[in-house]
């Protein structure tokens, strides 16, 4: 039996995002408020597509976004007159949002995939759905719901807000498998094989989203994940997780039927 902890860890790793729930069958209703934890990564959301983006950056103006800032010229000093290395005063690179948009416009165009989000996107004020009667709000990680006993079922419904990100809707079956794999590897030092059981573009209240739904095995424990992830002005994601030892998915379908925008 997997220690409850490192489960409840196993089970966010693939989220993109984090659900708020009332429990006994009422309507969730989530703020349109950005999460902090927009960080957090789970899968698969846009980093290769970012990767992807700068190099065609790099090709639109001929710069090489990862040249040391201030090659060839004299260094500059601190206060007591020591040079300051490249390593002191090296700025990231960050991508123009213009131009981030028109890429990442073209690539869709390029793809035949839904350019809708970059056009214009709907002001939301959040996101509502139905939290499953068996579920009530986790005592230790905001925004996650879990059953009346866990750890010992370890069904998990975990929501978030991000600001909003065109380049999410690049996202791939093979990209969201790549960055779910390399996070696992990342955050626990496990080579974890995810398994795509199916990935969909579907629209939600008219704004482009995916409903993914994917599995993994972590030592004799299985867990299976059913992901909606929306993409309005804001990106919206709702991740239904269970074990092996239990089967809500005819639940979680049920509740991911009332998942709904607010505008």
Do not use: W
């Not at 996101?127 to 998990?156: H, N, Q, W």
């Amino acid at each position: 039996m997997m220690h409850g902890k490192k489960i409840k860890c196993l089970l966010l790793a693939l989220t993109v995002a984090v659900l708020v729930g009332c429990g006994d069958g009422e309507a969730v209703h989530t703020s349109a408020e950005p999460s902090e934890a927009a960080g957090v990564s789970d899968g698969g959301t846009a980093d290769g597509q970012e990767e992807t983006l700068a190099e065609e950056m790099e090709e639109e103006t001929g710069e090489d976004a990862g040249e040391d800032a201030g090659e060839g010229e004299t260094p500059d000093t601190d206060e007591g007159g020591e040079p300051v290395t490249g390593t002191d005063f090296m700025a990231p690179v960050e991508m123009d949002e213009t131009l981030k948009n028109q890429l990442t416009e073209e690539m869709l165009e390029e793809n035949e995939m839904d350019i809708s989000v970059v056009e214009s996107a709907p002001v939301t004020k959040g996101c509502s759905f139905t939290l499953p009667e068996a579920f009530s709000e986790s005592e230790d990680i905001e925004g996650m719901y879990v059953t009346r006993r866990y750890p010992i079922d370890a069904s998990t419904i975990y929501y978030v807000a991000l600001g909003r990100d065109v380049a999410l809707q690049l996202m791939t079956e093979e990209t969201f498998k790549a960055q779910a794999e390399e996070n696992f590897r990342k955050e626990y030092g496990e080579e974890i094989e995810v398994t795509i059981d199916s990935f969909e573009s579907i629209r939600i209240d008219g704004c482009p989203a995916f409903r993914i739904l994917c599995h993994y095995q972590v030592g004799d424990t299985q867990i299976s994940q059913l992901e909606y992830a929306i993409n309005a002005d804001k990106s919206y994601v709702i991740t239904y997780s269970q074990t092996s030892d239990y089967d809500r998915m005819e639940e979680y379908e049920a509740s991911a039927e009332t998942i709904h925008l607010e505008f």
